[in-house]
Each structure stands twice: as structure tokens, then as C-alpha cells.
């Protein structure tokens, strides 16, 4: 998925969750700014990717699939 693709479905579920919520409820929590930084794939980790994923509903190897899926070859 693209930045603005994933930046849609947080906004969608905007009344359920948010980067801050997603950033609290990291342990140990990060910033809001790093769970941005990882949407707009400026940053990688790989806990943030995966709590971005389960935000949105959709499987990790989807939403970040350059980290996630392996490549031929």
C-alpha cells in the first residue's frame, strides 16, 4: 500500500483508532511522529508496521509488502 493509501484507512477508522492510539499502545510505546514516519515510509520497524497493519485491518505483507514478502532470486 502507498502512504496515502494507508493514511485513507487509518482516516476511515479515525473514531476508533489514530497514530497516537497506535503509539500508545506499543510496548514499550513510541511516538506518534515514528508511527508517521513509518506510514510514509521514511522509517522501518518492524513492530510499528505490524501495529499499523492490524490498525487498519489488513495482513502486514500487504500493507508494507517491500519489508515483508520475500523476493525471487
Known amino acids: 500500500m502507498t502512504p496515502d493509501e494507508i493514511n485513507t484507512e487509518l ?6 483508532t489514530n497514530k497516537s492510539q497506535i503509539a500508545k499502545a506499543l510496548d514499550p510505546p513510541v511516538t506518534p511522529q515514528a508511527v508517521h ?3 510514509e515510509k521514511k522509517a522501518v ?5 505490524r501495529a499499523v497493519a492490524a490498525a487498519i485491518g489488513k495482513d502486514v505483507k500487504y500493507v508494507f509488502p517491500e519489508h515483508f514478502l520475500k523476493k525471487a532470486g
Open 11 to 16: 482516516f476511515k477508522r479515525r473514531k476508533q
Open 37 to 39: 514516519l513509518v506510514v
Open 45 to 49: 520497524s518492524a513492530r510499528i508496521m
